[in-house]
């Protein structure tokens, strides 16, 4: 296991839905609240918040809050890299670098993220490699049940995000 690369993982899951909606469920705030956040703030360049269905920017600041936290635990950061289409980039627990890309393979929609620009140390390694891991692995599920659930689950089209 000495040639690990601690410092990065990627994990992708396919999901019955079009490219449009996937992206939308990355990059609005109505979106992410519906299958991963509790709360979703983006705020312009201008420090203008966005609208829960508006698109978010490169150049965006993020404030999020997790389900089963309280308010005083928030995730902030930065929207790197939005192509309105297929690609998302921010920052993401410290230094790490978070993209996600959304692209057909053989006729199947595939969510794929990377975390990268994980520190290589001890609590690094357990945290931010491992943890995040697990944890992405949780809501990249999550997204795919939602897509692909029962429409009285709320079901995420590009027309309800």
Known sequence: MSDYDWSKFQQRITIKADMAAVYKAWTTQQGLEKWFLRSAIFHNTNEVKRHRTEFIHAGDDYVWMWHGYSDEVKEKGKILTASATDTVKFSFSGNCLMTILIY????????????????????????????CMMGWNFFLTNLKSVFEGSNSLGILTENNL
């Open 104 to 131: 057909l393979e053989r006729g199947e929609m595939i969510c794929e993220l990377t975390q990268s620009n994980i520190p290589t140390d001890d609590k690094s390694r357990q945290e931010l490699h491992i943890g």
